[in-house]
């Protein structure tokens, strides 16, 4: 820098020409050359500053070096240093546990997405199942009350039925009371005390009617005999009980039931009626 401003000085002193650029530079120029060789002194200064600081800083350290209180406060900046290490390491240690936490809770993040998104599937199908529930519930309250509506009408249907059957046999019975006494007179009273009653006497009624009407003939037949024999003591009547005189045809048979037909129908009633007027 300084051997420019020398070169551009000796230039300017060498031209001939007057009132040029060069001579108002000139003055610039050598501003410049005394501006470097002042800069130059200061670099020196400056290092010579750097050299004495250097050897007092040595011969401060070598002199501080056997000092106990330097050597205590040296102790104590190892100690310091030593716990500021360990601050370092639980920091890495705490900084690896918060990576390890954010690991697990972005984790526990993802497990709450899936947790949450199984449990809005379960909702939905919790609803699914629901509003199948109630659909299925109202299906059988109808089901339920046209089952009861069916079975409301079968049962009024059964109870006209059953209060057509009990009228029935209320009339039954009473219609079958003068028959039962006729042919039980010995339970005249409670022939018709109940249905079950009324049922027994009825199927014994054949039995007993043809009991009755043999008693009856019997009767019937003796008195018929026993007027004959009364009127005719003389008369064998054995060989009545053979039947019809031998050659007589089932026509002659006939016959002679039509003429004795009268007579046999008076000596019935009073054989079996006797109490009885005649009214004819």
Do not use: W
Not at 25 to 54: C, D, H, W
Not at 84 to 95: G, P, R, S, Y
């Amino acid at each position: 820098m300084a051997e420019s401003s020398d070169l551009v000085l000796k230039v300017i002193k060498k031209s001939s020409t007057k009132d040029s650029p060069l001579e108002r530079i000139a003055p610039l120029a050598e501003k410049a050359n005394q501006a470097q060789e002042e800069l130059a002194i200061l670099r020196n200064e400056v290092a010579g500053y750097r050299n004495t600081r250097s050897d007092f800083k040595e011969k401060l350290i070598d002199f501080l070096g056997h000092d106990p209180t330097v050597l205590e406060a040296k102790k104590q900046a190892e100690e310091q240093v030593l716990k500021l290490q360990a601050e370092l390491t639980q920091l890495k240690d705490e900084n690896k546990a918060k990576d390890s936490a954010e690991k697990k809770l972005t984790h526990a993040i993802a497990l709450n997405v899936k947790s949450h998104e199984q449990a809005n599937y379960y909702k939905d199908k919790s609803e699914t199942l629901s509003k199948r529930h109630e659909d299925l519930k109202k299906k059988a309250a109808n089901e339920l009350s046209a089952m009861k509506i069916k079975h409301n009408e079968e049962f009024m249907k059964m109870k006209a039925e059953l209060e057509k059957a009990r009228r029935m046999n209320a009339e039954l019975c009473q219609a079958a009371e003068p028959i039962l006494d006729n042919l039980h007179t010995a339970t005249a009273e409670s022939n018709t005390s109940s249905l079950q009653s009324v049922i027994e006497h009825l199927q014994s009624a054949p039995a007993r009617l043809k009991k009755i009407i043999l008693e009856s003939a019997s009767v019937a037949c003796g008195q018929t005999l026993a007027v004959i024999k009364s009127l005719y003591p003389m008369l064998d009547l054995e060989p009545i009980t053979s039947g019809y005189a031998e050659g007589t045809t089932d026509e002659k048979a006939l016959e002679l039931l039509d003429q004795v037909d009268g007579m046999a129908q008076i000596m019935a009633k009073d054989a079996l009626y006797p109490e009885e007027e005649d009214n004819v």
